[in-house]
């Protein structure tokens, strides 16, 4: 019983009497490796939500930039009770921070989602849109980005590899300083997400998506599913090609047919006429 | 060396008697005399030591805008929202979703409302054995803690990107529908909560 107190002791030891006769450096060395372990799993990771949020904050700012607010308080409110019934049927229904939408006082064309859920639609598409339910559309197939996080995957893979590199690096700590580096590579994500979603658009598939999840929220929340087709349809009329959601969009038609082929077209509930006239009673 | 006389006080051990009239002693393993006692010994290290048990253990909601929903599936309607900060006792897992208690209601929430799992054990081995974490410096927590763009980052583009509309931001933020307008506006609408 006593030699197996002994060798009890012995085991739990050990560790100490190890680092004991080989100096407190030792013990550096350990936590180093733990360290180093740890920045090797950061360095394989996604970007983190709040970090998505951060990162659709600036690009906000900057389309704020570009686009100024529109400033009535009763069509802000309407287009969140809209967005926000959509969002709530989304497969993304709670980001960080929430969805939160705002109109642009613009007359293009033209909707906007930033990664972490904040969405931004025209004036112009407003006035697009027939009804309710199209505004829903428009705002679900938003959502849909968002929730497929195709704004924050627009961020170039070198360029996530390096933040997460230089988060990594001691180097960076001591002479260039953290914050200097992590800004620098913040401001080339901010650029790589604005020139997709202002400039050059999602892929044609990401867009697909998009329309496709819309369609499935529009049903979830008890819109008509149609409306995304109407919508395109209107729009692949006017469709020239000039600017606004045309110019980062893949072709309307294309979109129509795809949605069409999704069979989301229904007929209409007897409470959309409530839903229009409340839509038709917002000032424009 | 052991004493013949002595062997009567160690069953346990057997003493063979050589031909050099030398005694060698062999003793049995102390798994083998006594396997139920090290069976339970080994039990009480394996629970000890083992990841926690997720059923009937209370979670913090660490993540706004949660909502309870009736089965796992975002597509249902909303039993009622969670609050950032609320406890909930967990009554299942399964995958992406845990099956909660929540002021006697039970539905269930996403994963992602809960700090990532400990897997672990539910004693910290490492910090016994090597002393606790190392403390870093703020710059350190900054850099190494995960949080790549941080508000500190946020913070100091501002101050390089003063044409940003970052106050709009803001503003843009503060649009938020109260619950019960929600429900109203959906009522009228016809749709589904």
């Known amino acids: ?284 | 060396m052991f004493r013949k006389e002595d062997m009567a006080s160690f069953p346990e051990v057997s003493a063979i008697q050589t031909g050099l009239g030398k005694e060698a002693v062999v003793r049995r393993p102390a798994f083998v005399r006594k396997p139920a006692l090290w069976l339970m010994v080994l039990g009480l290290a394996a629970w000890l030591l083992g990841p926690a048990p997720g059923w009937g253990e209370t979670l913090k909601v660490t993540q706004s805008n949660q909502s309870l929903y009736p089965s796992a599936d975002f597509a249902g309607t909303p039993i009622g929202p969670v609050p950032m900060g609320a406890e909930v006792s967990v009554v299942e897992k399964a995958g992406e979703w845990y099956k909660v208690e929540y002021q006697g209601k039970t539905g269930w929430l996403p994963r992602q409302a809960f700090p990532a799992p400990q897997t672990g054990s539910k004693f910290p081995l490492g910090g016994i054995l090597f002393g606790g974490p190392v403390k870093e410096t703020k710059s350190d927590e900054v850099a190494l803690a995960g949080k790549g763009f941080t508000p500190e980052v946020e913070s100091v583009y501002r101050q390089k990107h003063p044409e940003m509309q970052f106050a709009q931001v803001d503003r843009v933020e503060a649009n938020r529908v109260d619950e019960a307008q929600m429900q109203a506006f959906i009522k009228e609408g016809g749709l589904r909560p």
């Open chain 1, 1 to 284: 019983m006593r030699r197996q107190l002994i060798w009890l002791l012995l085991i739990i030891s050990a560790p100490y009497l190890v680092v004991g006769c080989a100096g407190v450096d030792y013990v550096s060395v350990a936590h180093s490796g733990l360290k180093v372990a740890g920045k090797a799993v950061e360095a394989s990771r996604p970007i983190s939500d709040p970090e998505e949020y951060y990162v659709g904050r600036a690009v906000a700012a900057r389309i704020l930039s570009t686009y100024p607010l529109y400033q009535d308080t009763q069509l802000t409110l309407y287009v969140n009770e809209v967005g926000q019934t959509v969002a709530r049927k989304s497969s993304r229904p709670n980001p960080y921070r929430g969805y939160h939408f705002a109109v642009l006082d613009t007359t293009e064309v033209n909707a906007f989602a930033c990664p972490g859920g904040i969405i931004f639609v025209t004036r112009g598409l407003i006035k697009t849109c027939a009804n309710e339910d199209e505004l829903a559309a428009v705002l679900a197939h938003e959502v849909g980005h968002v929730a497929n996080k195709d704004g924050i995957n627009s961020i170039s893979k070198a360029r996530w590899t390096e933040v997460l590199t230089t988060m990594g690096t001691e180097a960076a700590k001591q002479f260039a300083g953290p914050a200097g580096s992590l800004v620098t590579l913040f401001e080339g994500s901010i650029d790589d997400v604005f020139k997709t979603i202002v400039v050059s658009g999602y892929s044609r598939s990401a867009e697909a998506a998009a329309d496709q999840d819309a369609v499935n929220t529009l049903s979830r929340a008890g819109y008509d599913p149609g409306a995304m087709a109407a919508l395109l349809t209107k729009m692949a009329a006017g469709d020239k090609g000039s600017g606004g959601i045309f110019k980062t969009h893949p072709p309307t038609s294309e979109r129509l047919a795809k949605v069409k082929a999704q069979g989301a077209e229904g007929p209409p509930s007897k409470e959309m006429a409530t839903r229009t006239k409340r839509f038709q009673s917002q000032k424009l």
